[in-house]
């Protein structure tokens, strides 16, 4: 079977690594990839939002199945275009992937379906927003409706934040078109947990839970970033909790998309806050997480084509999905700076230590292979993952592989997985 996977990040590595375990792939393409990608499949120069030419790509190449790993091809709707070539696409259709390409939509659809999120308005115009954040109770928290690549959520302390916030989303318009609306939700407070599920359209199974650490610094201090470090599973995802989600979350959501004309194929990515009254819907997303899905993955013991067929032929109902007994930490090394602004072009050093180091792996997300060796071309440059007995001996494992690579800015939080102490 040949694969072709799109996207170029640490995500889209772990996902390639766990397709070359499947004995029914002979040869794995990547577009656009990056330089770790290139070590397991051939890298081609084409665009995730170049979808006639990945088409073009899947059909000369005879390629048997395609795996869309990013979200803004999936909002785009790049499932729809290679499906009407008669290509075998892993990934939502546009009209699902909406789930995450509109937080008005997903927030409407909780609603609708009584599924359990925080108390909510969606509104169209700046005006608007101000006289209901008159009157509204603080801290709140004020979400741009598109992608805004995490980015597009302030919390806001007082009316001034708040005030100051509407302008930056709707007015001055910072994350670009996905301000033109916005969602202004009730503040949480709990602990937050990212689970990830295979979805058929119909039937739904979860994989093992994760946390991430979006913020830049130690103690979650910084801005947001698209995530610095997860572990896998997470402690606080309990039995319990996983019994109210199952019944009040994971299936009514499945439900809520079929009912809507909109079924659902592909990852659904359930962000929750475990709140004091019970798991509530902080976020979905329509693939897998990145850099969840560099703990989940890694622990699955399925064959991921075999589970991914399912999915798109609606026969998910016969597959169990199995994970080790273990656990998995990974923590992102970045280029000083990030997200804001940062050098790249930096050569790693180091990188051979992975090879063969068994429950070790290093994800590259910016990367690039150059004359000169492999350097860094991105904010978040590698994914070290490591394999441990427990979550304390995983993430020993983690840091302790961190310091195996170097690079000219190389930046890490030192404190992922220290919420594993407190449970
Ligand atoms: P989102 O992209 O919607 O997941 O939001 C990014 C981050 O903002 C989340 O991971 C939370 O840490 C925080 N956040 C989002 N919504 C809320 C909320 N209603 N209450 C508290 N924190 C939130
Ligand atoms: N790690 C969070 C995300 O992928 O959106």
Sequence with gaps: MKVLIVGSGGREHAIAASVAKSPRVEKIYCAPGNAGIGQIAECVPIGAMEFDALTAFAKEKA?????????DPLVGGL???????????????????????????SKDLMKKYGIPTAAYETFDSPQAAYEYLETARFPIVLKADGLALGKGVL????????????????EDKQFGAAGSRMVVEEFMTGREV??????????????????????????????????????SPSPFYTPEVDAFCQKYIYQPTVDAMAAEGRPFKGVIFFGLMLTPEGPRVLEYNARFGDPEAQVVLPRMKNDIIEVMEACVDGTLDRIRLEFEDNAAVCVILASQGYPVSYEKGFVIQGLERFEGAEGYYCFHAGTKQTEQGIVTNGGRVLGITAKGKDLLTARENA?????????????????????????
Aim: net charge neutral.
């Design 399 to 423: 840091y302790k592989a961190t310091e195996w690579v170097s690079f000219s800015n190389k930046y890490m939080r030192r404190d992922i997985g220290k919420a594993i102490e407190e449970a």
């Design 194 to 231: 990212s689970v990830l599920s295979f979805v058929d359209g119909k039937t739904i199974r979860i994989m093992t839970s994760a946390q991430d650490h979006k913020r830049a610094m130690d103690g979650d201090q910084g801005l947001n970033t698209g995530g610095m470090g997860t572990f």
């Design 63 to 71: 390629v048997d199945f395609t795996i869309v790993g990013m979200d």
């Design 79 to 105: 499932v729809d275009v290679m499906e009407a070539q008669g290509l075998r696409v892993f990934g939502p259709r546009r009209n699902a992937a909406i789930l995450e390409g509109s937080k008005a939509f």
């Design 155 to 170: 919390i806001c302390r007082t009316k001034e934040e708040a005030f100051a916030g509407v302008k930056t989303i709707m």
